[in-house]
């Protein structure tokens, strides 16, 4: 049954067998309805097929998916991604839950350009997966790859940027420099990071207060007449931290488990003279966030 799933997808995509060799769009119809992105299809030579995407699935950024039923017996996870000879990128996919031969990997925006950039200029691509003396190789043409990851790009969201590991270290170091330039040295008032949960979902999530910084001979030098600089992170499954906001702001607070509201100055509502506050609503969710309103 998988064998035939993956032929029909095949079928659909490329409207030829599987021994096809040529990116082609995927526009979310067919045997994987809601995937979208650049996609090729092939035979392996042991026998068997798979299929390759650049794309995103339902409610997922760019990402990289592989289509094999080989992949789902070997065990095998970890590749090399090399094109015309010189390996770009090495990455390590995760079983789909839903559908158990479908693989993937989720960009991020700093890596997302050095798979891509390649991939669109390239001839061929072989991506080697390998554990030991256990091996499994797909190569293949990259022929029509570049109108097809342009397509990609164009409907799939852009990936988040990838997680920091330690933001409330980072704080630290950012104030320790900063009063070192004038020569002072730093005083925390009050938490300089806090644990929050914003999205109701775990891990926690975390919150840098900036205006608990002082500098030996300074109130503070990150508040002024709009609050104080803070940063907000979502704590990112399998570990480290993703930025959602950063800004000066009077405070923040979340209402329900996704919808942060965030107190600025008036000037953000395009109040005259900047008079009283402005509270940002945002929708967060793992797509992102989105401004739901200002007011």
Known sequence: MKRLFILLVAAVLNGAPAVAQMWVPMTGSGPLAGYNGATLCGDH?????????????PGRSMGFYVLSDSLALN?????????????????????????????FVDF?????????GPMRRGNRFSLMFQ??????????????????????????PKPPPA????????????VQRDCAVMGETVA????????????GVDPLDL????GAAQCSRMLSMYCGSGGCSQEIYLGVPGGGYRQIYAGTMYGFDVPTP??????????????????????????????????????
């Open 163 to 174: 997680p920091v590991a330690d933001p409330a270290s980072a704080a630290l170091a950012k």
């Open 108 to 116: 991020a925006q700093e890596n997302m350009e050095i798979v891509l």
């Open 258 to 295: 996704g919808l942060l509201s965030v107190k600025v100055h008036g000037n953000a509502c395009g109040r005259p003279g900047g008079a009283g506050a402005c509270t940002l609503t945002f929708r967060v969710d793992p797509g992102g966030v989105t401004l739901l309103s200002r007011q």
């Open 188 to 199: 925390i008032q009050g938490a300089l990071a806090r644990q929050v949960d914003i999205d």
């Open 131 to 156: 554990e030991g003396s256990d091996a499994m190789p797909i190569e293949g043409s990259l022929r029509g790859s570049s109108r097809a990851i342009a397509h990609a790009l164009s409907v799939c």
């Open 207 to 210: 919150a840098i207060d900036f």
């Open 75 to 103: 065990g095998l996870r970890t590749a090399m991604l090399s094109v015309d000879g010189q390996t770009i990128a090495q990455i390590e996919v995760q079983q789909q839950d839903d559908i158990g031969n479908l693989f």
């Open 45 to 57: 030579p042991w026998g068997g097929s798979y299929c390759l995407i650049l794309g995103c699935s």
